[in-house]
């Protein structure tokens, strides 16, 4: 799906308080199936200053921010450079999506350096991750109906298999194999409404049970498999690239 994003958001990082490492889309514009009246979620990483690192008076580790531009809603939330590290070496597949997501809005060599050794902080462990996202958003389908988290529930499943199989991370529910065959439809009509119903002639609640199921025990099957290691081979690398980064800032602003 080619996604269309404003023009505009490129100037969002260069406005907030502190220099940004990189910033990114998400949400739905990553995962392949946006609404017409979907938000855009810029998520990244921003660099705090020596001075509100190292003292007692600490600068703020998560940054959020919520407005509405050219009637576009803008969700935005970094973390400073230290804390998304930390996350990244968490199993946490938010932080890896967003740090691997191809839509991005703002770079950086740190930036780059990040992603040379994502692949490193990948373990078995992820599954973990996304096993727990499904199951929430299966409880949520349940709850509400909307077609959303229905299809958040198949996306993570199935970005979670692959990863486990193949170690690459692939976001984008449209390219991603082994789904049940209704989904290009309900990405369809998806389109059409961020908190719309499954359509007409969608599955019934048995067949969707069956099939979210299904790919659960695939994705504990392929964890338990999996060759990815337990632990993350780049731990020390991304601490390195944290430390080189904090002090080649305190140069640079000497």
């Known amino acids: 799906m080619t996604v269309t994003l404003p023009s505009w958001l490129a100037e969002i990082p260069a406005g907030q308080t502190h220099p940004a490492a990189f910033a990114t889309v998400s949400g739905a514009h990553l995962y392949g199936f946006p609404s017409d009246d979907s938000d855009v979620d810029l998520r990244g990483a921003h660099l705090l200053p020596l001075e509100e690192v190292v003292g007692l008076r600490t600068g703020e580790e998560t940054l959020t921010r919520s407005w509405v531009r050219d009637g576009v809603e803008v969700d935005l939330v970094t973390h400073d450079l230290a804390k998304f590290c930390r996350l990244l070496l968490r199993r946490n597949g938010y932080v890896l999506e967003q740090l691997l997501s191809p839509l991005v809005v703002t770079t950086s060599p740190v930036h780059q350096e990040m992603v040379a050794v994502a692949p490193g902080c990948v373990t078995r462990h992820h599954a973990h ?6 199951r929430t958003q299966w409880r949520l389908f349940e709850r509400s109906g909307e077609l959303k988290p ?25 390219r991603l194999s082994g789904g049940p065959p209704y989904l290009g439809d309900l990405v369809a009509a998806k389109r059409f409404a961020e908190h719309g119903s499954p359509p007409p002639g969608a599955p019934g609640p048995e067949r969707l049970a ?18 990815l290691p337990d632990t993350a081979p780049s731990a020390d690398a991304v601490h390195d690239l944290v430390v080189r980064t904090r002090l080649s800032a305190r140069t640079a602003g000497a």
Request: glycine share 10%.
């Open 129 to 134: 991750h996304y096993l727990g996202f499904a």
């Open 150 to 174: 229905l299809l958040y529930t198949f996306r993570v499943l199935l970005t979670g298999i692959h990863l486990m199989r193949t170690g690459e991370l692939e976001a984008d529910l449209t």
């Open 210 to 227: 069956d099939d979210v199921a299904r790919l659960t025990g695939r994705l504990e099957e392929a964890r338990d498999s999996s060759g």
